[in-house]
Each structure stands twice: as C-alpha cells, then as structure tokens.
C-alpha cells in the first residue's frame, strides 16, 4: 500500500473578491463548508445501510463591520440581500483558488460595548465552488 504524503496547509492570509471588487481589507475569514444529508435503514435481518445525499456548500464569510466607508461590505450584504454574486477567495501563500456564486444575506448590524463589531455571514453557495491551483 502506498503512503500518501501530506502537506498540512496553515492559511496566514488571501484576499476576496466579490464580482471583481476587493473586500480583502474587511474580511476576517473565508470557509467553504459542505453539508450533506445522511440517513441510515435497519433492515429486518439487523443490516445497516447508509445513505449519504448532495453536497450543499455554505460559504462562511467573517468581517469587521463598517459603516462609514461608502460601498464597505458591511452596506453591501444589505444591498445585495437575495441578489447572487460572484466569489473568488485566493489565499496568497498557496493552495488553492476557490470560485463560487452566493445568494448574498445580509449581515448583522451592531456587537458589544467596547469591542470591534465583527460578524459572520453564512452565504448558500449555487452548486459546487470550483477549485483551481493559484496562479493558474
């Protein structure tokens, strides 16, 4: 059996952008995260059978909240609240590219006293992102 090496990838830092606009400076984080239903049959002998169904992905986008700066992403997940949108979430030190398009939902509005406003977004991603090696 063959042993597979494995290169453990440690994200430092990548930019995002939304339909060609650049909102690297606002974001915090950028996960891609599948979800998949399962199920599982008991049949009358006592066999198990699982079932697994599609993949649905969700792109977890984290940001600082911005309110001032026209056009920040803050104001524009409210904009764009049921619009779909083209993602593209490079990550500088390697690894892979991802591309995806999103039903954008609004963001949430406010946080804690004394704290930076930061908030996550999860975005129902259209299908399946598509990844392809940086720089290609």
Not at 115 to 134: C, D, K
Request: hydrophobic content about 40%; overall charge negative.
């Amino acid at each position: 059996m063959p042993t597979i090496a494995n290169a453990a990838y440690f994200g430092t830092a990548g930019s995002l952008t939304v339909n060609g606009d650049d909102y690297t400076a606002a974001v915090t984080s950028c996960a891609l995260v599948p979800t998949a239903p399962t199920a599982a049959v008991t049949d009358i002998g006592g066999g198990v059978t699982q079932f697994a169904g599609a993949n649905t992905w969700v792109a977890q986008v984290g940001y600082n909240q911005d309110w001032k700066t026209p056009a920040s992403l803050s104001q524009k997940l409210i904009e764009w609240h049921g619009q779909t949108k083209t993602f593209t979430y490079t990550p500088d030190d390697g690894g892979q590219v991802a591309s995806f398009t999103a039903r954008v939902l609004a963001g949430q509005f406010g946080g804690a006293a004394s704290a930076i406003h930061q908030a996550t977004v999860n975005l129902p991603i259209n299908g399946q992102p598509t990844f392809a090696p940086a720089g290609a």
